[in-house]
């Protein structure tokens, strides 16, 4: 038996183990996705459940799987640093509805924060998850550094901002008939705001000032919260 | 060669975010830097969106993707999640509705007062033109 498993940890620590079956992972969560056509299939969810289901039924340790998960890890940052393309490419209604927009997002940002630490108090969650979920409605790169810096667990902030994102894209429009948001630039903004890339997509299906919105308050929440966490930790 | 040349950009931004990370007084993250820092340069001029496009399509379209091992390592923590699971997702739920109501309460405000400005502006501008 220990011979078996000393194959597979010498099999599997090569690099392109983990960073192979990461993609062959993703890429059925995208095909899922695109055939079901539901926030509930997220390509990410997927590819997750199956590398971590392949790795428990096989018994491949988890520092093996890293191994190629590192390199994957390594296109993180340059990820993050090109949402300032984004934000770019949509100066223009920046321009124009700059105040709306940094009041929103700040206020946004800073509900989002408050509301999870009062939370995390209230229910006696200690420091390290409370730091793991406090940038939890903020973009996954972004989110993740904060929870970085911050005494976070980094993979229970992922598990928080995925699930904030489904929620998001599958209640934005409950949640704009119950808080009667008629303004499409109130609501881009606070679908970005409470529910990142993944509320944008479903934005950008409402409409297209809701989808341009909710972009633009991707990186500005982003940001904001970075300086708000700065502040507080 | 293009995407040579824009993959070395954005390396570059990043590393030099970096460097910058480490010397900052205080933490704040390099991606983040690297944001900001990517930011200044096209408003600025000094790289143009075409030097980076394609390369920055590649990465945002496929973000999710670079996530895969960062979600993976969720296994090594099974233990602390299981006590909490039901506190987390509660934490989940009433924030992201807390985060929609106030950004969506204080933009239409904010709307509402610039809006009132403007036509306060335009009125007294029309008195003025209307006096004259």
Known sequence: MSGISSVINELTSSPYFGAGISAAAFWVGVKLNRKLRTPLCNPLVIAVVLVAGVLLIFHIPYDSYDVGGTVIDMFLAPATACLAVAVYAKKQILKEYWLPVLAGCAAGSAASMGSVYLMCRLFGLNENLTASLLPKSVTTPIAVSIAGTSGGTPSITVAAVIFTGILGSIFAPLLIRVFRVSDPVAAGLAIGASSHAVGTSKAVEIGEVEGAMSGLAIGICGLITVLLSGILC | ?132
């Not at chain 2, 060669?1 to 970096?18: D, H, N, Y």
Request: hydrophobic share 55%; net charge positive.
């Open chain 2, 1 to 132: 060669m293009k995407i040579i040349r824009q993959v070395g950009i954005i390396f570059a931004v990043c590393w030099i975010s970096e460097v910058v990370e480490r010397f900052l007084p205080f933490s704040f993250p390099a991606s983040v830097i690297g944001m900001l820092l990517l930011f200044f340069c096209l408003v600025t001029g000094i790289l143009k969106v075409e030097h980076v496009q394609e390369k920055a399509d590649f990465l945002l379209e496929n973000m999710a993707f670079f996530f895969v091992p960062a979600g993976v390592s969720i296994i090594n923590y099974f233990d602390i999640l299981k006590n909490n699971v039901l506190q987390i997702l509660a934490v989940c739920v009433i924030s992201t509705v807390v985060t929609f109501a106030v950004t969506a309460y204080v933009v239409k405000a904010v709307v509402r007062l610039t809006a009132g400005r403007m036509t306060a502006g335009r009125n007294a501008a029309e008195e003025r033109r209307r006096k004259s």
